[in-house]
């Protein structure tokens, strides 16, 4: 093992592949939809159940702070002998007195949670990990103030801590955000709006919403549920007030978390086969296929069910890469590991808002690849790799999962990388490197 930096006295080995990775793999729930139907039971008529959610450091912190606003939850095992863990939703009523939320580092939280808190009469103060401090917050804030919530900001404005306080509940109607740096800001007001008495139309003040993908999950899963959703005109969207019908769904696998596990076999001429794969998704990581097939990859997806299929990805000799890489958002992490190991430079565009993310993330990777002796650059909206990552060396966690992964993707074909802090891969697959180890080193 690596000497790690002053500081960081312990690190992860991440395990190199000495021949292609070949295997089978299936991954936990995603994140952005567990959370988004742990929120909506907490707003809904009656008690729902959520079937395979996401047991992590996120939802956890989803599911505590549902509970301080007054939802009660209760952790089933073998639902209805399924063989899989469920949470049932008693929807939330709130008492007068403050409450806290934790919003750990969790976007998820921090950013669909205030709406929520404004619903109801009370004071809720909002805080979380010092890395949460630095996550833009402002057009949250604006937004709901905007629609008349009291907002105390007790930190940097536009940025946690701060308390939401609102009289008389959420009435609604209409509001304008700059959604430029976060569609969570989209997303966090959308969510709440069927509950508003007027319900909401938004609309975004920018010329790009970063993570599109994630808009449109919002839409669907609330269209999914029942409520009249619309969008009128690019960047303006309707939601009507009315009571969200109890429910019962089933959480698709996280396609984002998928994208190592599949990286796996395309950095060392490997072949990895992934079931359970959604043929159709709001995900952001239905975009592994084709991204992956870009870098070179062989990539098929065999249908075995109407919902679901079989994706296989086998690695070529040599990664390619496809030159520009647009729009990437939470997966850009991971592509980035990918084209780290290519010789050709790969230029990673619009995604400039990862700057917010659970680190500065386009620093992140630029001093990272650049400490395993290849060369990059950061650009306005986003950041370019020149040369090829040529040795071992620790990578820098930041807290941030996603660097956690890419060290480890990295280290399959670089001996000698040590990631930092392998601990923060918790917020999202607290396993993560038990299941890493299961596929690689069997
Ligand atoms: O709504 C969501 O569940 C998410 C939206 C995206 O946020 P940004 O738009 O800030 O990238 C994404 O990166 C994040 O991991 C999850
Ligand atoms: C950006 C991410 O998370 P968050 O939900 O905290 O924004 C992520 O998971 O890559």
Redesign the pocket.
């Given at each position: 093992m690596n000497e790690t930096p002053q500081g960081h006295p312990t690190g992860w080995p991440a395990p190199s592949a000495d021949s292609p990775v070949v295997g089978e793999v299936t991954v936990p729930a995603s994140?952005?939809l567990t959370?988004?139907y742990l929120l909506l039971a907490a707003l809904a008529e009656a008690p729902s159940v959520v079937v395979n959610p996401l047991a992590s450091r996120d939802s956890a912190l989803m599911l505590s702070a549902l509970h301080a606003l007054g939802a009660q939850v209760e952790a089933i095992t073998d639902w209805e002998g399924s063989g899989e863990d469920a949470v049932r939703v008693t929807p939330l009523t709130r008492g007068s007195e403050p409450v806290t939320v934790d919003c750990g580092l969790a976007?998820?939280v921090m950013?669909f949670l205030p709406a929520v808190a404004a619903l109801s009469p009370g004071r809720v103060q909002f805080d979380g990990d010092p890395e949460a401090k630095v996550r833009p917050m402002g057009a949250v804030l604006e937004g709901l103030r905007a629609l008349g919530v009291r907002i105390t900001e007790g930190g940097t404005p536009g940025h946690l801590p701060f308390t939401v306080d609102s009289a008389q509940g959420l009435e609604g109607g209409e509001v304008t955000i700059d959604a430029s740096?976060?569609?969570?800001f989209v997303?966090g007001l959308l969510l709440a709006a069927p509950r508003m008495s007027a319900g909401l139309t938004l609309h975004h003040s920018g010329t790009q919403?970063?993570?599109l993908e994630?808009v449109e999950?919002?839409l669907k899963v609330l269209a999914d549920l029942g409520v009249e959703v619309s969008s009128p005109t690019p960047f303006t969207w309707r939601v009507e007030p009315g009571p969200i019908p109890p429910f019962t769904v089933r959480v698709e696998p996280d396609l984002?978390n998928a994208g190592p596990f599949l990286c796996a076999a395309a950095v060392t001429g490997g072949g990895v086969t992934m079931p359970g794969w959604p043929l159709e998704s709001t995900q952001?990581g239905r975009r592994w296929p084709q991204l992956l097939t870009d870098f070179g990859c062989q990539v098929t997806l065999t249908p075995t069910s109407e919902m679901s299929g079989s994706l296989t990805v086998k690695g070529p000799e040599r990664l390619t890469s496809p030159g520009t890489v647009d729009g990437t958002?939470?997966l850009t992490p991971t592509v980035a590991a990918l084209a780290a190991l290519c010789s050709e430079e790969t230029k990673f565009t619009s995604v400039g808002?990862?700057r917010?993310?659970e680190t500065n993330r386009i620093a992140a990777l630029v001093n990272e690849v650049r400490r395993l002796g290849g060369a990059a650059e950061e650009t306005d909206d986003g950041f370019r790799l020149l040369s090829r990552v040529k040795r071992g060396d620790v990578v820098l966690s930041y807290a941030d999962h996603r660097m956690a992964t890419f060290g480890a993707v990295l280290g399959l074909a670089i001996p000698g990388v040590v990631v930092e802090d392998i601990g923060s891969t918790a917020k999202t697959m607290p396993d993560f490197p038990d299941r890493w180890s299961a596929l690689v080193e069997a």
């Open positions: 994140k952005s959370n988004r976007g998820t950013r740096q976060s569609s969570q997303s919403v970063p993570s994630h999950m919002t984002s952001i958002a939470e808002h990862l917010g993310h």
